[in-house]
């Protein structure tokens, strides 16, 4: 495989299993950065039909074993469950040189899943892009989802395979940003950082409807303050069932974390310790927003 140029991409053809919001949006990214990468797409649903549509994918397979042969990159972006499940067929029809990665959002149990699968030939390689909306599907795609955004890679770079480098390469020509760990420590980290942002944001919003009476007060009085704090609200169950279902341990500790602080918060509510607690957030809402 060649070095990564506009017109050389190191991947030659990429199957994409899972034609929704990330598989669409890694598509496009990729047509965007290497307009002579061939992309295949498939899903179970109908997703499939609607990327080719779209020009998201350059031809859909009919099945998932189609997509995968002659492929040198298999970027699977489906649900948690789905994708424990497509492991073994995906290692059977693999190419022996091809790199097969993923995007689910957990990765203990479906990197402890791929061993299973994956003992020689292809290799498999636990991923997870920190990008997504709050609304799901091919029709949200966005070239310019990753741009700017971590990307976990379950891996050790110093002594990673020369196809886990090149697909970092990939990663940063389409903009995203290569977090190399393990997948205790990816679990743990999504847990405080992404799982728990979304707990809060439901628990928010059934505060705010359980409060609101007869007259739609308190909702009426709603700013654009509550709609940033609900934006989360707005992700389906869907998305997040396999999530909780598959890192329940560290969700709950993240949780657990939270009523501490909200504890804390509530004794200080008349002290000089909530200016600085407002400090400590001012400080790492500036953290956040520099640019990378």
């Not at 059934?206 to 709609?227: I, K, N």
Request: aromatic residues 6%; charged residues 20%; glycine residues 8%.
């Amino acid at each position: 495989m060649a070095g990564s140029t506009a017109n050389t991409p190191p991947f030659r053809r990429a199957a994409i299993i899972g034609t929704g919001l990330i598989g669409g949006s890694f598509a496009l990214a990729l047509r965007k950065q290497f307009p002579r990468i061939s992309l295949i797409g498939y899903a179970r649903a109908g997703s499939a039909a609607q990327a080719l549509e779209r020009g998201v994918v350059d031809e859909i397979a009919p099945d998932l074993a189609s997509a995968v042969r002659a492929a040198d990159l298999v970027y699977i972006a489906m649900p948690i469950g789905a994708t424990i499940e497509a492991l073994g067929a995906i290692a059977e029809s693999a190419e022996p040189h091809a790199l097969v990665t993923d995007a689910g959002s957990t990765k203990v149990v479906i990197c402890r899943a791929a061993q299973e699968h994956f003992r020689s030939g292809a290799l498999f390689l636990g991923g997870h892009p920190m990008a997504g909306k709050e609304h799901s599907g091919i029709e949200h795609a966005d070239a310019g989802l990753f741009r700017g955004a971590p990307y976990a890679l379950v891996a050790v770079e110093a002594t990673a395979d020369s196809r886990v480098k090149q697909f970092a390469e990939v990663l940063r020509g389409i903009g995203a940003q290569p977090i190399w760990c393990d997948a205790d420590t990816h679990d743990w980290a999504v847990g405080i950082v992404s799982h728990l942002p979304q707990l809060v944001s439901v628990a928010l919003a059934s505060v705010v409807q359980d409060e609101t009476d007869e007259t739609g007060m308190p909702l009426a009085l709603a700013g654009p303050g509550l709609q940033d704090m609900l934006r989360l609200a707005g992700s389906p169950y869907e998305v997040w069932r396999d999530i909780f279902l598959t890192n329940t341990e560290n969700a709950s500790r993240a949780l657990d974390r939270l009523a501490q602080a909200v504890d804390h918060l509530r004794t200080s509510l008349a002290s000089k310790d909530l200016e600085q607690e407002f400090h400590a957030a001012n400080e790492l809402y500036k953290t956040l927003r520099k640019p990378l």
